[in-house]
Structures are given as C-alpha cells and as structure tokens.
C-alpha cells in the first residue's frame, strides 16, 4: 500500500493534538489569509508567518452537492459549507456530513484529514472536511 | 469628457446553437450593430471584444470573417463582467477623444453541463471545493439566514423573470413557470433549485458607440458605465476565496462600481426607469437589488414581497426576462443588457416594453470578482 499524499503542499499538517489548517498571519496587518500565500491579499505585505489554526469551529453555511463539479474525485453527494474558526477566520471546507437535514447553523465542528480518493497508482490521497462535533 | 452615443446594436439570440460556430455567432451580432448605425469598414477605429471560453482570437476572428480587420482590435476576459469591460474601454476611448467610432462587443458559446474554469487550481477541483452552484448556494443560504428572505421570495424571483421572458424572442426560455413549480424543480443545492438557476448558454451582442447621437434614431447616452474588482474579505464574494473574515465592512464590487456610476451620471438608484441585473440565481437577484441600492440592505425579502422588480411596479428589474430566462453566455450577457436597455429607452420591446422609460441600469458581476455598472440615458 502506498503512502498517502496530501491534496496539496502546505494545506494542513497532523499534530500530536490531531490536525490544523495551515493559515498565514500577516506581519504588517495583522490579518489571517488561507490558505497561505507569500503576500497578504488585504494589504500586500510581503512578511507572512504560519498560523496553524484551532482544529474546532462552528458551522457557518451548508449545502450539498450532488452531481460532481469538474475535476472533483471524491464520493458523492457531499457537504460543502464555510466553518468559521476562532481567530475569525471563515473556511471553505468539505462537510463529512451529507445530509443537509443533519446540520445546523452554528453546530460545533472538528476537523478532519481523511482519505478523498486514491490517485491511478492507489495512493491514497488526504483532504480536509470538517465533521460535526465539538472535540476529536 | 465627450458624450458617448449608441450608434448602434446587435444581438444573436441567447439559446444552443450546436451547429453554429462562435465566430458566426459574433458576425450575426456584430453585422446587425453595424448595418443599424450605417457604419462600414474604415467606419471605426477599435474594436474590443469580451469573451471568456472562446480561446485565442476570437474578436479578431468575428472581424476577419466580415472583412473590416485591420482596426485596433483588444479581447478582453472579465468573467461574467467581460462584456461589461469591452464597454468600459470603448466608451473611455470615445470619451477621451482617442476615436469617434468604436465597435464592442460580446461572444460565447459555453462548455455544457457545470462550467470549468482555470479560476480554479487543480487539486482545488479534486478536493470539490470548486462547486460553482454551491458557491451560489451558500450565499443564498446566507441572505435567507441573515434576513427574512425565503425559499417563497426566491421563487418569486424566477416567477417574475420567466414572465418577461415570455415576451423576449432572444430569450432560451420562453414559458411562464409558476411559483409551485419552481418549488417543486429538483434540488440542485441546497437551497437552491433547478428552476432559481441560470443556464450557461451561447450567444452574442454588439453596439457602435460614437462621439456623435445618430441622425435619424433617439439620441441614447452611455451617461456612465464603471468596472471594479472585489476586496479580499468576503467569503462569498464571486472571487471565489477559500477563507474570509467578518465582512460587514468590505464594500461589494456591485456597490463600488455603482456608487461610481451614480457619481458619474448624477442620477441615484431612484432616478432609474428600468434595470437589468445579474441574476444567476433568483438570490443573486436579490443582493443586486441590495448591493446596487435599489432596495436597503437587509430589504431585499420584502422588494420581493411588494412586487419589486415587475413589471408594474415603479422600476422593472429585468425586463428582458434576466439571465434566468435568456441563459447566460458570458463574454456576451452585460452587453445583452445593455442592448435591452437601449431598446427599451428607444421604446421599440413591444408586449416587454417599460413605458416612458428614459433612464436606464445594467449591471453584471462574475469571476474575479469583476462587476460593472452601466446607465444609459435619453
């Protein structure tokens, strides 16, 4: 079995506490961007640090997708929402959930990093969705 | 600054037309602006073209194919704005004094089913999290928990815009829907429904802009026509972002360009007679209708609710039966609208027409976020 590869470089790293989005803080304003580039989108300061991100947060929109945008590889139909975090940070985000009758505006969520589909030669690749629950 | 006229328009039906290609499609548009303002080669001076999904050339390609090449000749890409843009530019040049006469233009023919876009990075398609109705979905969801918007006001929307688009013969859809019906259409997502979504779709328009008001047809001004882009901030905003911040205080693009556009015709949103907006879903309507000031902000449910927007109300929104109805080809779909407005000022849309309509709103806002606000006067 091969080992798995994140979706992309730089997304979100597993912790002994479980898994973090990887945000970047602006040095210069002070405002939080993900996911993070070299410059800052509200100010274009060049100076950003890693901000990796509370792994909980509460669900801010919904909805479900039923029939697979292009390019998407992944199980359908799917949750598909915004969780806004802590830091004041709102994230698009794949819900684990795809029952619309089972969320609710303002439910806790956790984050997950989970397997969404193998590449052609099986490797399994990992992307974030956030789940309901309040703690992992 | 110069007056700007419209010379002239053209218009290929909004619809499918598999056995047509886009350069015919632009030629048909583009021939009837020409043929309508008298102008022939040597009879403009720059063409700017907006398409988005036609590839290299296709402006150039439009004018090849009817033999007036060889002009200043710009193709420009801004989303669902890029018509919008094509606009913007040809009036600025008319304005400035650079030409007299200037050709703009629209063209499309879109992929079928949901839209691709480069917008998107790869693994970002891979990982769904480039689901454009969803997107859609979310910020009605949004305007549905953050006022008193409801699944009914959405469907009112898409009752009211297919009733126009009875009486439009460049429309896809011409068949009057009822409310239950649209509520009854399948969920495409949640909560948004078949029948409160656009179809992308193919098509073109044109209009000959011109320093000087035609000899013989009512003399209509482009009185303001303004492009912005979005601020980062907004989750939800057309830029498509994958994380926002609280946004109660980033301006929408909508509400920049048209607060200029105000400034710039020194007309506000009560002096307008008649509106065309983007309405690639019913909600989006309704934020138009907010972000553009034809309602406050937070009263959109209640527009809806008082009969905002039809036809016998005070300022039609969408007579031409919006883009719910005609389907939406973006290169060509803001100057469709404009082209609507200026048939409705000259008071030639018969059985749609807005009556003594003399001042008149269009408005497109899509990926990047591009929006663009023009008004048109008699």
Not at chain 2, 62 to 84: D, F, H, I, R
Not at chain 2, 260 to 285: F, H, S
Request: charged share 20%; glycine share 12%; net charge neutral.
């Amino acid at each position: 079995m091969p080992e798995p590869r994140p979706i992309a470089d730089g997304l979100f790293r597993i912790t002994p506490d479980g898994p973090r989005l990887l945000a970047a803080r602006c040095d210069g304003c002070g405002k939080l961007h993900f996911p993070a580039s070299e410059s800052c989108p509200y100010c274009g300061g060049a100076s950003c640090h890693e901000a990796a991100l509370a792994g909980t947060g509460l669900l801010f929109l919904y909805t479900v997708v039923k029939s697979a945008p292009p390019g998407y590889r992944g199980p359908l139909p799917y949750g598909f929402g915004i969780v806004e975090l802590p830091e004041g940070l709102r994230v698009v985000t794949r819900l684990t959930e795809p029952d619309a009758a089972r969320l609710r505006r303002g439910q806790a969520m956790r984050l997950v990093v989970e397997p969404l589909f193998n590449d052609d030669d099986g490797t399994p690749v990992l992307s974030y969705a956030f789940a309901p629950g309040g703690s992992a | 600054m110069r007056p700007v006229y419209v010379a002239g328009t053209g218009l290929h039906p909004f619809g499918r037309f598999p056995d047509k290609s886009l350069t015919a499609i632009g030629a048909d548009a583009v021939r009837a602006a020409l043929v309508e303002a008298g102008v022939r080669r040597g009879g403009f001076q720059a063409a700017f073209c907006g398409c988005v999904y036609g590839g290299v050339a296709s402006g150039h390609k439009v004018l090849t194919a009817l033999g007036l090449s060889g002009v200043p000749t710009v193709n420009l890409e801004a989303g669902c704005a890029s018509g919008g843009a094509a606009l913007a530019l040809g009036a600025a040049q008319i304005a400035a004094g650079v030409y007299d006469t200037v050709l703009v233009f629209g063209l499309e023919k879109m992929p079928r089913g949901m839209i691709r876009s480069s917008f998107f990075e790869p693994w970002r398609e891979e990982a769904g999290l480039a689901a454009t109705p969803g997107y859609f979905a979310l910020r009605a969801q949004r305007l549905m928990f953050e006022s008193d918007v409801t699944a009914q006001d959405l469907a009112r929307v898409s009752v009211k815009n297919h009733l126009h688009g009875v009486h439009n013969p460049n429309a896809m859809y011409r068949k009057a829907i009822t409310a239950e019906e649209v509520l009854a259409s399948p969920l495409v997502c949640e909560p948004l429904r078949l029948l409160m979504l656009c179809s992308p779709n193919e098509g073109a328009a044109a209009l000959v802009l011109s320093a000087t008001p035609p000899a013989a047809a009512p003399a209509i001004r482009v009185a303001a026509v303004q492009l912005r882009s979005h601020l980062a901030g907004n989750v939800l905003g057309e830029h498509t972002p994958l994380s926002g911040i609280a946004d109660d205080d980033v301006t929408p693009p909508t509400t920049m360009a048209a607060q200029a556009a105000y400034e710039q015709a020194a007309i506000g949103p009560d002096g307008m007679d008649v509106v065309e907006l983007q309405d690639t879903d019913a909600a989006r309507e309704i934020l138009s209708a907010e972000e553009l000031g034809l309602c406050p902000r937070g009263g959109g449910g209640k527009w809806v609710r008082d009969g905002g927007g039809e036809m016998r109300s005070r300022r039609p929104v969408n007579p031409s039966g919006g883009l719910l109805s005609k389907g939406e080809p973006l290169g060509a779909s803001a100057l469709g609208q404009v082209v609507e407005l200026a048939w409705q000022l000259r008071g030639t849309c018969g059985p749609r027409q807005v009556p003594n309509a003399r001042v008149g709103l269009a408005h497109t806002v899509g990926r990047g976020a591009n929006a663009c606000v023009a008004i048109l006067t008699r």
